[in-house]
């Protein structure tokens, strides 16, 4: 059973900045795949930023204003958020894939409002 447990997110103003971050009880670095979802009141869940084999993959919507990155032990994933909007405001997951399974972690919210 692999832990997922994100943090980072908040309050924050139209055009400001956060960083989330996903801790795992297990290396990234023996994870499928490592991902950042987003789910707003609603709607459906969406990928928002990912690392595969040859390099990083971000939405459309977020691309240029967000960046996912795993820090050098392969233990923390983050996904920097600049240039915040209002439609950005959701719960944000982590999620990763070991073994063949999908792990999740709770969420952590965003809200972007003035």
């Known amino acids: 059973q692999v832990q997922l447990v994100e943090s980072g997110g908040g309050l924050v103003q139209p055009g400001g900045s956060l960083r989330l971050s996903c801790v795992a009880s297990e290396s990234f670095s023996s994870s499928d795949f490592l991902r950042w979802y987003r789910q707003a009141p609603g709607k459906q869940r969406e990928l928002v930023a990912a690392?595969?084999?040859?390099?990083?993959i971000d939405a459309d919507s977020v691309k240029g204003r967000f960046t996912i990155s795993v820090d050098n032990a392969w233990n923390t994933m983050y996904l920097q958020m600049n240039s915040l909007k209002p439609e950005d405001t959701a719960v944000y997951y982590c999620n990763g894939d070991w073994r063949g399974r999908a792990y999740w972690g709770q969420g952590t919210q965003v809200t972007v409002s003035s």
């Open positions: 690392i595969a084999v040859d390099g990083p």
